[in-house]
């Protein structure tokens, strides 16, 4: 980095060589302020992943919440998923506060029942112009209706760009999918499905969200969080994935594909099945990919101090949809619940410590700490705009 370090600033100090950087001051953790500037700055102008495409059928529309913002997901009769801000346009009343099929393929409001379609157009203002005047000459519905957030589906997951001027989500992936190039490509991962059964699971951690990511980032708490693991699949089988501009993570070199299910990914070589990565793409999209199943976590912040994990398993064809494997899917997502839960105590553990005002940000180990530096160092990047300005 060219710019000069402000040794004085805590948020520049993550920009030092690893052997004398600190990590994020603790402000950045536990005041309301910062996830604020968070959602600005860190999640709007990105790509921030807030669901599954599989909790929207067709003819739905899904409210959910990102931030405190009140967000709506749709998927129309022909399959295409929109997301929009969750508010009407009259009076600003929250649109839709329960996910439900919308059978006359309007979304109406309870207030004064202005109704929009799946397109967002404003197609009902019933008595806008007085009783029985459903228009009005001074009115224009075509500027009125919802505001569409542009939004992309990959892998089942439903990313957002609040800012709406983000790179395109193709350009976005590029680097992962480049990196994963020697395993899969974009058309055999449409082989991959969300399971049908046994494929979710929500946690909710008492911790901000950039804990949760950094815990995911390293593989170095293994031995002494994940002694079951760690037993098949140790730490010294375990390596780091370059750190891409957007990207991070840790991969294994010993997967061992669970018994019950032997299909892999038409593109994974024969003699590769062992490989399976754990990257994050920032800020909250955390997978898993393995030559016969493939995980997504998102991390969606719900305060400066609670976040929800959402998990969602995809499968190989059948192994995703048939009763016939539907204990292979139980088994699955309860061995990574297993994992993902021994991870909650030291994720709520490193809150918890973030109130000491003996703790200024920490230290890193120079070898096994440098993915959690490069994501500080991402996401101080993105906040300096608005310190530089305090
Ligand atoms: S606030 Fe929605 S119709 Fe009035
Ligand atoms: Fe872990």
Same mark, same amino acid.
């Given at each position: 980095?060219?710019?000069?370090?402000?040794?004085?600033?805590?948020?520049?100090?993550?920009?030092?060589?690893?052997?004398?950087?600190?990590? $994020?001051?603790?402000?950045?953790?536990?005041?309301?302020?910062?996830?604020?500037?968070?959602?600005? $700055?860190?999640?709007?102008?990105?790509?921030?992943?807030?669901?599954?495409?599989?909790?929207? !059928?067709?003819?739905?529309?899904?409210?959910?919440?990102?931030?405190?913002?009140?967000?709506?997901?749709?998927?129309?009769?022909?399959?295409?998923?929109?997301?929009?801000?969750?508010?009407?346009?009259?009076?600003?009343?929250?649109?839709?506060?329960?996910?439900?099929?919308?059978?006359?393929?309007?979304?109406?409001?309870?207030?004064?029942?202005?109704?929009?379609?799946?397109?967002?157009? $404003?197609?009902? @203002?019933?008595?806008?112009?007085? =009783?029985?005047?459903?228009?009005?000459?001074?009115?224009? !519905? /075509?500027?009125?209706?919802?505001?569409? *957030?542009?939004?992309?589906?990959?892998?089942?997951?439903?990313? *957002?760009?609040?800012?709406?001027?983000?790179?395109?989500?193709?350009?976005?992936?590029?680097?992962?999918?480049?990196?994963?190039?020697?395993?899969?490509?974009?058309?055999?991962?449409?082989?991959?499905?969300?399971?049908?059964?046994? &494929?979710?699971? +929500?946690?909710?951690?008492?911790?901000?969200?950039?804990? /949760? *990511?950094?815990?995911?980032?390293? /593989?170095?708490? $293994?031995?002494?969080?994940?002694?079951?693991?760690?037993?098949?699949?140790?730490?010294?089988?375990?390596?780091? *994935? +370059?750190?891409?501009?957007?990207? /991070?993570?840790?991969?294994?070199?010993?997967?061992?594909?669970?018994?019950?299910?032997?299909?892999?990914?038409?593109?994974? !070589?024969?003699?590769?099945?062992?490989?399976? +990565?754990?990257?994050?793409?920032?800020?909250?999209?955390?997978?898993?990919?393995?030559?016969?199943?493939?995980?997504?976590?998102?991390?969606?912040?719900?305060?400066? @101090?609670?976040?929800?994990?959402?998990?969602?398993?995809?499968?190989? &064809?059948?192994?995703?949809?048939?009763?016939?494997?539907?204990?292979?899917?139980?088994?699955?997502?309860?061995?990574?619940?297993? =994992?993902?839960?021994?991870?909650?105590?030291?994720?709520?553990?490193?809150?918890?410590?973030?109130?000491?005002?003996?703790?200024?940000?920490?230290?890193?180990?120079?070898?096994?700490?440098?993915?959690?530096?490069?994501?500080?160092?991402?996401?101080?990047?993105?906040?300096?705009?608005?310190?530089?300005?305090?």
């Amino acid at each position: 980095m060219n710019k000069k370090i402000d040794l004085e600033s805590p948020l520049q100090r993550v920009h030092l060589p690893i052997e004398s950087a600190n990590g $994020l001051p603790n402000e950045c953790y536990t005041e309301r302020s910062a996830f604020d500037r968070d959602r600005e $700055l860190v999640f709007a102008p990105g790509w921030t992943c807030i669901g599954f495409g599989s909790d929207v !059928p067709a003819d739905w529309a899904v409210p959910v919440e990102l931030m405190g913002l009140p967000l709506l997901i749709t998927r129309d009769k022909n399959e295409t998923v929109r997301v929009f801000h969750n508010v009407c346009s009259h009076r600003g009343m929250q649109l839709v506060t329960e996910a439900g099929r919308l059978g006359t393929g309007l979304i109406r409001c309870k207030y004064h029942s202005w109704a929009y379609d799946f397109e967002g157009n $404003l197609r009902g @203002t019933p008595m806008i112009g007085g =009783v029985d005047q459903n228009e009005h000459k001074d009115f224009d !519905p /075509a500027v009125n209706g919802l505001r569409e *957030i542009p939004s992309a589906l990959w892998m089942d997951n439903i990313f *957002i760009n609040l800012s709406s001027d983000a790179q395109p989500f193709d350009e976005f992936l590029a680097p992962l999918m480049q990196r994963w190039s020697k395993w899969v490509t974009p058309e055999s991962l449409l082989e991959l499905q969300p399971a049908t059964t046994h &494929g979710k699971m +929500e946690l909710s951690v008492n911790s901000n969200w950039k804990l /949760a *990511i950094e815990n995911f980032l390293e /593989a170095y708490h $293994l031995p002494w969080v994940h002694p079951t693991l760690n037993s098949y699949s140790p730490l010294s089988e375990h390596y780091d *994935i +370059e750190r891409g501009e957007n990207f /991070a993570g840790q991969g294994s070199s010993n997967y061992q594909s669970p018994a019950g299910a032997n299909s892999t990914l038409s593109t994974w !070589p024969a003699e590769q099945t062992r490989f399976a +990565e754990y990257p994050v793409l920032y800020p909250n999209a955390l997978f898993g990919l393995q030559a016969d199943h493939f995980f997504t976590m998102t991390i969606l912040p719900i305060s400066e @101090t609670q976040s929800v994990e959402r998990v969602q398993l995809m499968f190989l &064809g059948e192994v995703a949809t048939d009763d016939k494997y539907s204990e292979h899917r139980k088994s699955v997502l309860e061995n990574w619940r297993e =994992v993902f839960l021994e991870d909650v105590f030291a994720v709520e553990g490193m809150q918890q410590g973030r109130r000491s005002p003996a703790y200024q940000g920490g230290v890193f180990s120079p070898v096994m700490d440098q993915h959690t530096l490069h994501f500080h160092r991402w996401v101080a990047k993105r906040l300096e705009p608005a310190s530089d300005s305090e």
